[in-house]
């Protein structure tokens, strides 16, 4: 009788200790399903459209060797900055991470934008364009996946 007793506690506790993990994860989950579908209406259209269409526009002039067609770029940062705040509010490092990567990139651009530049030159920043661009996606996706 004392043997059912207490075998009748552990799979008491069992069922205890397995719904209470059940339950947090089911919680854990409804979390990230959540934060996904933040992520997914903030940031699907600048990533998958905005950022590359207005990126693929930027050129060299090819009398001045001065930068061109910059503006549509910088205001997509802009309005990727304004769209993000939600996350001052919710993630308050993810947000200030975002908001340097976006403003280091619209200064790059900007500082840029009076230079004549050689073709070398336009080369390395074309290459450091790319680079910022990049870092903007993998913070985003880092945030988004939980890898940073």
Do not use: C, W
Request: proline share 1%; net charge neutral.
């Amino acid at each position: 009788m004392i043997a059912e007793l207490i075998l009748s506690s552990f799979a008491l506790a069992a069922s205890i200790t397995s719904f209470i993990i059940s339950f947090i994860q089911t919680n854990k989950n409804a979390k990230i399903e959540l934060k996904s579908k933040f992520f997914d209406t903030i940031f699907n259209e600048y990533l998958i459209k905005r950022i590359p269409l207005a990126r693929k526009k930027i050129m060299f002039n090819s009398t001045s060797h001065k930068l061109q067609d910059t503006d549509e770029l910088i205001e997509v940062l802009r309005s990727m900055r304004i769209d993000s705040l939600y996350f001052e509010y919710n993630d308050k490092r993810f947000y200030i991470e975002l908001k340097k990567a976006l403003q280091q990139l619209e200064d790059y651009i900007t500082n840029a934008e009076d230079k004549e530049m050689s073709g070398e030159e336009q080369t390395d920043f074309l290459n450091d364009l790319q680079k910022h661009i990049s870092l903007i996606y993998k913070i985003i996706e880092g945030q988004y996946t939980g890898k940073r």
